[in-house]
Nanobody, 115 residues
Framework: QVQLVESGGGLVQPGGSLRLSCAAS????????MNWYRQAPGKERELVAA???????KYADSVKGRFTISRDRAKNTVYLQMSSLEPEDTAVYYC?????????WGQGTQVTVSS
């Protein structure tokens, strides 16, 4: 199995920045995708950013230009750099790693954007 450990969440004022990290460990065979999802109260879970094994990235329209996803393959770690944060970004953020087509999820980390 793969275990995911997330960190970096917290409270930040509008316009501020946060950097989320997610480290994968365990019986890893071949990670072909690493992603960040988020879920706000009363809303559906949505894909925020994704990165493939080739380094190709994609973003939700709502965060494009403000968020950056990256990965360190040697450390099996994915990052989400969040800038110009807005109250609408408030949510629980979940790391997602796909290994041999099986998805693993982190425990979630709370991001709150408020003044």
């Amino acid at each position: 199995q793969v275990q995911l450990v997330e960190s970096g969440g917290g409270l930040v004022q509008p316009g501020g920045s946060l950097r989320l990290s997610c480290a994968a460990s365990g019986s890893i065979f071949s990670i072909n995708a690493m992603n960040w999802y988020r879920q706000a109260p009363g809303k559906e879970r949505e894909l925020v950013a994704a990165i493939t094994s080739y380094g190709i990235t994609k973003y939700a329209d709502s965060v494009k230009g403000r968020f950056t996803i990256s990965r360190d393959r040697a450390k099996n770690t994915v990052y989400l750099q969040m800038s110009s944060l807005e109250p609408e970004d408030t949510a629980v953020y979940y790391c997602n790693v796909v290994d041999l087509a099986y998805p693993y999820w982190g425990q979630g980390t709370q991001v709150t954007v408020s003044s």
